[in-house]
Every structure is written in structure tokens, then in C-alpha cells.
């Protein structure tokens, strides 16, 4: 069972910066990927970027060029830096980690969420 914790969400202005991190604890055998996610009111939740252990990435054509998605392995921590942020990046932004349990079964946990607003 792998647990995760987000936080860095906050209010933030338009063209303005956040970093969220998200910290994974728990047992598993491996952690194949992690992401982050977003889900805006009556929206579906969208993946916004994933990094995988070999350090391949990808991002949500909306957020190119903007987030950067990282980790610190000896910290167990994924990160995500948010440069020029919009408006419409306000959701509530939620870490994933796709993982191995202790007897090789794929699995999967969320963490809680943490809100990103972009506003003047």
C-alpha cells in the first residue's frame, strides 16, 4: 500500500508560478510511474503530466512548454513546476503512482488533491 501526499497549491496570478510535490510512503516493490492529474468543476480529471522511473516524460498538450514534471528518487517525491500559469489551469491537481506491490501486482494510489487557483 502506497500512500502520497500533495501539497504547493495554493492562489497564484496569472503568469505566476507554483511547484506542487508529492511525496509517496508506504510498501510496494517499485514504483513504475508517477503523474499528476487535474479535474476541474464538471470536468472529467485529465492527466497533466507523468514521468516514468526511467525518467520519460509526457505532458498534456495544454501544459507544454509550462510544467516541467521531476522527481527526487531519494526522497520518494515527485514534483511539478507550474511556470505561466492561466486561468484555466485552476483545478484541483492530484498526484498518482502506478506501482508493484510487495507479490509484482499492479496497482495504483491517489493522494488527496490539492487546489491550484490562478486568478488576479
Known amino acids: 500500500q502506497v500512500q502520497l501526499v500533495e501539497s504547493g497549491g495554493g492562489l497564484v496570478q496569472p503568469g505566476g508560478s507554483l511547484r506542487l510535490s508529492c511525496a509517496a510512503s508506504?510498501?510496494?516493490?517499485?514504483?513504475?510511474?508517477m503523474g499528476w492529474y487535474r479535474q476541474a468543476p464538471g470536468k472529467q480529471r485529465d492527466l497533466v503530466a507523468v514521468?516514468?522511473?526511467?525518467?520519460?516524460?509526457n505532458y498534456a498538450d495544454s501544459v507544454k512548454g509550462r510544467f516541467t514534471i521531476s522527481r527526487d528518487n531519494a526522497k520518494n517525491t515527485v514534483y511539478l513546476q507550474m511556470n505561466s500559469l492561466k486561468a484555466e489551469d485552476t483545478a484541483v491537481y492530484y498526484c498518482?503512482?502506478?506501482?508493484?506491490?510487495?507479490?509484482?501486482?499492479?496497482?495504483?494510489?491517489w493522494g488527496q488533491g490539492t487546489q491550484v487557483t490562478v486568478s488576479s
Open positions: 514521468i516514468t522511473r526511467g525518467d520519460s516524460t
Open positions: 508506504g510498501s510496494m516493490l517499485r514504483i513504475n510511474a
Open positions: 498518482n503512482a502506478d506501482y508493484l506491490d510487495l507479490v509484482f501486482r499492479k496497482k495504483a494510489s
